[in-house]
Nanobody, 122 residues
Framework: QVELVESGGGLVQTGGSLRLSCVSSGGTLSQYTMAWFRQRPGKEREFVASHTWRRGRVYDAKYEESVKGRFSIYRENFKNTLYLDMSSLKPEDTAIYYC????????????WGRGTQVTVSS
């Protein structure tokens, strides 16, 4: 059973930066497609970014349109850790951010963390 634990959230001013981390236990990170989702106040959970690890490199990186150029998803497989670097943060980025994982042949994300709160003040 894969367990995911996020950290790194907090309060930051508009234009600031944060790095979120997601540590995986119970499974090897390289076996999964990994992703970040977020749930903004009053909204449903939405996709932020994802990528897959194949043949020793990142493959098929995807970003939600509003975060392109500002957010970067990457991993350190030897640490079983996924990251989300966020810069030029905006108040509309305020949300609970979730880490998720799925098997390479799965159509939906099977494993979820509990989330970490990011608040961007104006």
């Amino acid at each position: 059973q894969v367990e995911l634990v996020e950290s790194g959230g907090g309060l930051v001013q508009t234009g600031g930066s944060l790095r979120l981390s997601c540590v995986s236990s119970g499974g090897t990170l390289s076996q999964y497609t990994m992703a970040w989702f977020r749930q903004r106040p009053g909204k449903e959970r939405e996709f932020v970014a994802s990528h897959t690890w194949r043949r020793g490199r990142v493959y098929d990186a995807k970003y939600e349109e509003s975060v392109k150029g500002r957010f970067s998803i990457y991993r350190e497989n030897f640490k079983n850790t996924l990251y989300l670097d966020m810069s030029s943060l905006k108040p509309e980025d305020t949300a609970i951010y979730y880490c998720a994982a799925k098997n390479l042949d799965s159509s939906s994300y099977e494993y979820w963390g509990r989330g970490t709160q990011v608040t961007v003040s104006s």
